[in-house]
């Protein structure tokens, strides 16, 4: 499929047409650049709902309890499930994204498992561009997941407009939720097995959090076991939308932002890499203070050519 | 004081000069780069031991005791506590690090807190200068202490040798210890608090983790309380600077090379602030595709000055 056929097709939503996009745009192939020139015009109006929270938290079950909920709305719906790479345990986390398997068969709802290879440690670049795509086909909501672990988690709220915090009654460690920078991230807390004693308590804990600070926030109890607290999560989802709509276009310019930056820094380093005497002072030789180094390195970038675009 | 006063005074590990000297570098005070000239010519031999650990996890009074061990063996020692700044909750978390101030009138004990403002979710960069500063005095033994929250625990393996990291018996949540990326930095582990029930469990519970790779861990349990492993632990960090030498050079090398390109990533970062063309288009203004925004704004700053050095 040419380019020139991917596009049209990727907006009549055809999930070929878009997992092929995908794939072009994750591995790098060429014209990835040309294909994105093609989706940034498109108007682009999907939710994008972001959900966090540690693993064992049932995330991915609550996700296939929100896709039930939006499909009956009649919503055209994606979920992107991003997995943190890690050389030992990395892949192992990918399994329970099976489950959301019921929902497969359905053309209106694209499943995708992507792998964050990102080696500023957060989201990779593509993931950014994924979501874009997922913009362009058309979708009216798409759900970003991502495990609780490290900078991923934090680099969520770049790409979603509402992030959800999933946690459980029985998360006995209230440093873990808790923990500088996560918290500040989630728009709404998520007390999930709600069905589990200590739910109360938990919802509890999230208010006194806040209590001393400027916020109220949202904190919803869910049960996917006894179906309750679904239909009054995606209602506040959508309030929260509506009431905060200045906040997350704010946000979404913030992200915009963030994004460019990141494709300049990996520019950088990639001109690093390949002109031989940055990369020799980057290795630190011939020059001992790095701060020194470093303007040598910003030097030769200028002269060389390394920086030009390639296509 | 004048930096060509203030060098040869921390070379002589003159506290008020050291501490100083920190402030100018911390602060990005004027000469600081001229400082710093002055010390990475000089020699660098010490060991520098990073420590990692949930807070709770009796991390300070460890150190107390790894103090009191070291300098019966004659050492000069400094410790640097990072914290990782957090909105919300950031404070908080330095209030135990003044436990240690049993050692704090001992001239051969330099201690000192960093609040971590690294914009990007890692280590500051000064930290890695107060780390080569604090070489450049002459200590035989740096320890750094960060708190086990995100990217700062990450980082640690930038500026230490030999990466600790302490565990408690009851510390119930696997996912916690195992998360992915933490476990993998770390050269020894030390479950602390091994006077608890459970401390053999843990033990065990780690060479497990192990036991598929072909690593095998150092493991290390201490109880500050009964005095017990402390000995054993020093030993322990010592066979491991011996016997994995060639592993910490080349760790060494790659730390400082990760270092200046860190450098490299905030001078470009600044520089695109600083030139109102390039920060037009990294606010997403005039260029809808972010890659060929990116592409611009890489234009603009090799033709612009902004990536000149300013002292």
Redesign the interface.
Known sequence: MKISELLPRLQQNDSLALAKAISLVENRRKDY?RL??GI??LPRTALKIGITG???SGKSSLIEKLIAGLREQGLNLAVLAVD???????GA?LGDRLRMIQHSNDPRVFIRSIANRGH???LSLST??IVDLLQASGKDVIIIET?G???SE?DIVNVADVVLMVINPDS??E??I???????IADIFVVNKSDLAGADNKVAEIRNYFAL?DRDPLVFPTSVKEDRGIRELLAGIRRFQETEAGRIRDKA?RM??S???K???E???EA?RLDPAAAA????EGE????????R???L??KGGA?D?KN
Do not use: T, W
Request: no cysteine; hydrophobic share 40%.
């Open positions: 650049k994105l020139d940034y015009p540690a693993p064992g943190p790479s890690s050389p030992l345990s990395g986390l500023l440690g957060g950014h561009e495990v672990v490290g900078q934090v006995g460690d440093i873990q808790f923990k500088a920078g996560i918290i500040e600070s310019a915009k932002a994004y460019i930056e494709i300049v820094i520019r950088v380093q690093m002072l980057a290795r630190g001992g203070n790095p701060q020194r180094a470093a303007e390195i910003l030097e970038l200028k920086h675009k």
